[in-house]
């Protein structure tokens, strides 16, 4: 089913496509599709995390170029297609009072600029599905929810031929997928598994501190267990942002590919039905020329819409969702610095 199809994984910054959907991305390449990762900013202003590299010259003199090499490398493990969108990194800010969006970043940028630049590289590779963060960014960085906002409106204007006619031919991609998260059934399994074996679980802290943030459910669920250690590879190539002793590597990989070895995606808007109990990101499609000609009808109509409306603030959610698992990543103490 893959061979030849297309799939597109925007993303906020260089690192987010090894920690989010990477072994997604590696099994279908395996497969014979196409994907092509799209980096909105190039992660100019994400903090050094690999203990071991705060002080390297050549990382602090140049970090913008060291985060280019970086997604090179990952790319390259990968398989993957990659390009920048062009945009300046936002930074996470940090204080009481929060300080300002700096001037000129990805955040602050006017919402045409940035959906006409998606729109051009949509139209030119023409991808059948795309995928993206959650309306609340997977986490609270303003640049993964910029990256949703962008995709989603870059989703909907790409096949349109009145809406950036000068950013090529139309083409409507037909599904685009939220990124599953760290949701609380995949860390309470996996915290379970490392208590069993006698081993001490990173997450014992993250589930005692959980919060819930949104009632977004997966959909779509891609056995990828077997390119879990082509993931790890594409994350460490990503020096400046993992440590290679940290959080990230804690749990030994035959545990979480016995134990959780699959990666999740919750569709958010297609033009053909999504089944229950969907195991493919390209499934409905048919053929690769089916899925082509799809793409170019002009009067499709979208069959399935995933997106969540207002929901109430974290506090109230909380009390009416207590019972109910949900991605809780910015709970996540190791990434509060990170453009992970």
Request: hydrophobic letters at 35%; a negative charge; proline letters at 7%.
């Amino acid at each position: 089913m893959a061979q030849g199809m297309r799939l597109m994984a925007v993303h906020a910054h260089p690192d987010d496509e090894s920690s989010k959907g990477a072994a997604t991305t590696a099994k279908y390449v395996a497969a014979g599709a196409s994907v092509m990762v799209v980096s909105c900013t190039g992660g100019e202003r994400g903090d050094i995390l690999n203990e071991k590299l705060k002080d390297d010259p050549h990382i602090l003199r140049d970090i913008a170029q060291v985060r280019r090499d970086e997604m090179k490398a990952a790319q390259e493990v990968l398989g993957c297609e990659h390009t920048w969108l062009g945009f300046v990194d936002s930074g996470l800010p940090e204080g009481d009072p929060l300080p300002p969006l700096p001037d000129g970043c990805f955040g602050l940028e006017d919402i045409d600029v940035t959906t006409e630049a998606l729109v051009r590289v949509i139209r030119a590779w023409r991808p059948h599905v795309m995928t993206t963060y959650d309306e609340k960014g997977g986490y609270p960085h303003p640049d993964h929810i910029m990256c949703h906002t962008v995709s989603m409106a870059a989703f909907e204007a790409a096949g349109d031929p009145t809406r950036y006619p000068h950013a090529g031919e139309p083409w409507q991609p037909l599904k685009i997928y939220y990124n599953g998260g760290w949701s609380k059934d995949r860390l309470e399994a996996i915290h379970e598994a490392m208590l069993a074996e006698g081993l001490e679980s990173p997450y014992a802290e993250w589930l005692a501190n959980w919060k819930p943030r949104r009632s977004g459910r997966p959909t779509t669920t891609i056995a990828c267990g077997e390119f879990f250690e082509t993931r790890d590879r594409a994350l460490m190539a990503h020096a400046t942002q993992v440590d290679p002793d940290g959080f990230w590597f804690q749990v030994p990989l035959e545990i979480q590919q016995r134990v959780w070895g699959v990666e999740e995606f919750e569709a958010a808007m297609s033009y053909v039905p999504v089944a229950e109990g969907e195991d493919d990101l390209f499934a409905g499609l048919g053929t690769p020329a089916e899925a082509d000609a799809l793409a170019t009808r002009g009067d499709l109509e979208l069959v399935h819409d995933g997106r969540i409306g207002e929901e109430p603030a974290p506090e109230e959610a909380a009390e009416t969702a207590q019972h109910e698992p949900g991605d809780s990543s910015d709970t996540h103490t190791d990434d509060e610095k990170a453009d992970v």
